[in-house]
Structure formats: C-alpha cells, structure tokens
C-alpha cells in the first residue's frame, strides 16, 4: 500500500479549531451545549448523550473531544473502557484528557481530514468498537467529498460491525429558524463553521459509501447519525 503524508493543515482548517482556547472552553458546555443547542439549533443536548448511550463501545475512539463532555457523561459499557482522543488543538487535548482521566485515555493530536498514523503506536485500525464525531462536521472546510474523510478514518479505525456516531449542523435540507440562520452565518464568516453546503442528502450519501444500518435523525438542523461498519462477506462463514 502507498504511504500517505500528512499536509500541513490548510489555513482554514486551522481557524476551525483556533477557537477553542481555556475561555472559550469555560463556556463550552453552558453556552454552546446547553443554550445554542437548545434555543438555537433546536436540538436539546440530551438527544446527543442518547447517541452515545446506544452506541459508545468498550474500545472507543472520539474525533474532535472539545471539552469531553459526552465522554464525562456517558455510560459505557465496560468499567475501564479504552479510549482515544483525537483533536488538532493542543488544548482541547489537555483539557478533554484532563475530565476523563478516570480512563486514561490515549491522546492524538491530528487533523481528522487526513489519513490518521494508524499503527504508528496509539491508533490502530479495525480495533475499535465505535468512533464519535459529534458537532465536528460543521467545523471542517471542504464538500461533503472532503468532509468524508473523516468517515473513512472511522471506517478504517472501526472492528468490523463496529459503529459510527455523531451529529452536525447542517444548514440545508433541515428547518433552520431565521436566528440560527444569521449565527450559522456569523460563525461561517469567522471561519468557526464550515456548513454553508452541508445538506442533508450529502451527509447520507457519505454514510451510505461507507456503512450499512444507517439511522439519521434530524433534530431542529442538526442531523444526529449512527451507522455500523460492513462485515466482510466472508467472517463468520
Ligand atoms: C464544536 S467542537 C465539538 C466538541 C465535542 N465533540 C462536542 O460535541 O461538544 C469541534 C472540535 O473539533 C476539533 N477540530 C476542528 N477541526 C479539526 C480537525 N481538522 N482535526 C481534528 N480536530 C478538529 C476542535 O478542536 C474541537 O475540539
């Protein structure tokens, strides 16, 4: 197999995940999580600590951890689950790291739009049994080809029938009320999100190249997503 570099991250990607400095994580969890979520994308944060309660595995594998608050709050479903922690930001690292020490978790800083250093020690593929990426779409430049990418690094990651989960913002395709409308656009203009062609027909397309029992469910404009990772045709025969 040909080996593949990493790029450097483009200017865009890195505005998408400057933002999150020690301020601006403070208030993470109450202004983002509890109240956007709630008045602004219409999409109360319980819905999202659901997915993870159907989905989270034993060996568990997160992209994009901000503060680590659904990996604080969920239940999983080992007593000493393995976990993983991958974020471009330094201090999203340390900080995520920090509120789930209970796990000592393994931490990777890389840019989920390329392909991760698997087997290079921390990472490894076909191992895990489920990977999240929760509100990190919207974040990341490109088209829903590029955005892709970081379901093919789950894919990669993932057991076989292992699973997939998250949730996005997406600005087309789903409800979105005239003062979400206008913060999507503050938020765009500032390069924090990356949504403006984020459909709802494309996050399927890019699930459906990848994954099988694929469930999408729309909450205000945001699409929570949980998928499973094929079998290969010949396990189990
Ligand atoms: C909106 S926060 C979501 C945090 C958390 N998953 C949640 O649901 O609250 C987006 C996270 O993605 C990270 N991020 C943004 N672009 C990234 C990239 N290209 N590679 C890796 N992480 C990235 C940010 O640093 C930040 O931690």
Redesign the pocket.
């Known amino acids: 197999m040909q080996e593949e570099h990493p790029r450097a991250?483009s200017d865009e990607?890195?505005a998408?995940?400057?933002?999150?400095n020690r301020l601006v994580l403070a208030g993470?969890?109450q202004f983002?999580?509890g109240l956007s979520c709630r008045l602004l994308w219409r999409c109360p944060k319980r819905h999202?600590l659901d997915n993870y309660h159907r989905n989270v595995g034993a060996r568990h594998l997160?992209?994009?951890?901000?503060?680590?608050?659904?990996l604080d709050r969920c239940r999983f479903p080992a007593r000493r689950p393995e976990l993983t922690l991958?974020?471009?930001?330094p201090t999203?690292l340390r900080v995520?790291a920090a509120r789930v020490a209970r796990y000592e978790p393994a931490v990777v800083q890389?840019?989920?739009?390329?392909p991760l250093p698997f087997d290079e020690g921390k990472l490894k593929t076909g191992h895990y049994d489920s990977a999240?990426?929760?509100?990190?779409l919207?974040?990341?430049p490109g088209s829903w080809q590029e955005k892709g990418a970081?379901l093919a690094n789950a894919a990669a990651a993932l057991r076989p029938g292992g699973r997939v989960f998250?949730?996005t913002i997406l600005s087309s395709g789903v409800q979105v009320s005239a003062a979400a409308r206008r913060l999507m656009a503050v938020y765009n203009a500032r390069g924090i999100f990356h949504n403006t062609d984020d459909d709802l027909a494309g996050l399927r397309w890019q699930l459906d190249k990848r994954f099988t029992d694929i469930r999408v469910t729309v909450r205000g404009c945001v699409a929570l997503f949980e998928a499973t990772n094929p079998v290969p045709e010949s396990a189990g025969h």
Not at 62 to 70: A, L, P, Q, R, S
Not at 132 to 136: K, S, T
């Open positions: 991250p990607v890195l998408g995940q400057a933002v999150y993470y969890d983002v999580l999202m997160e992209f994009g951890t901000g503060t680590g608050y659904f991958v974020d471009l930001n999203v995520s890389a840019d989920v739009l390329q999240g990426a929760n509100f990190l919207h974040c990341l970081v998250g949730s």
